[in-house]
């Protein structure tokens, strides 16, 4: 028996030996560094001198337009009562919401698909919006919850079936 373990060691120790002798030269043998070649030193970034002289200006032409020939063009409006929340959400979904303040609606866009949900209650936190189809239009019905004044959290509940055990819940945060 303990001829049969002093020969398996022996095989060890020697294949081990082996391993370290193979290294050890492997380490002492030295690679000659290659020469840098021409296009090498035509590749490095050059370092080019700079000048404490100003640029040459350029003579652009610029047309001064009046104030009366502009003013139709900058005309901006603001719509106070539309806002625009991107929220990123676990499990992994994207949603675009678009709250219509005098409608009390909002409207999710998702890769899977598009609803307007009506608010169902008068506060404001939380805000709760719902419609009776599922996120891609069909039968079931969708959920969306938000928190805070600034709508910065919310929670989106869909169902696809009238199955009551397949809800789809998705956290959701706003991705700025």
Not at 97 to 105: C, V
Request: aromatic share 4%.
């Amino acid at each position: 028996m303990k001829f049969q373990s002093l020969k398996k060691s022996r095989t060890s120790f020697v294949v081990t030996g082996l391993l370290a002798a193979m290294l050890s030269l492997s380490a002492c043998q030295q690679d000659p560094e290659p020469e840098p070649s021409l296009e090498d030193a035509i590749s490095e970034e050059q370092a080019a001198p700079m000048s404490a002289e100003p640029a040459e200006p350029n003579d652009a032409v610029v047309a001064d337009a009046t104030l009366n020939e502009v003013e139709g063009d900058t005309v901006a409006t603001v719509d106070d009562n539309i806002m625009q929340r991107t929220y990123l959400c676990a499990p992994t979904l994207k949603v675009e919401a678009t709250y219509l303040e005098e409608d009390n609606q909002v409207v999710l866009e998702t890769d899977k698909g598009t609803v307007t949900l009506n608010k169902t209650n008068e506060g404001t936190n939380p805000e709760a919006y719902e419609v009776s189809t599922d996120l891609s239009g069909n039968q079931g019905y969708t959920q969306w919850r938000t928190a805070h004044q600034t709508r910065e959290t919310g929670v989106l509940r869909t169902n696809s079936s009238s199955d009551e055990a397949s809800i789809d819940t998705y956290e959701c945060n706003d991705s700025e």
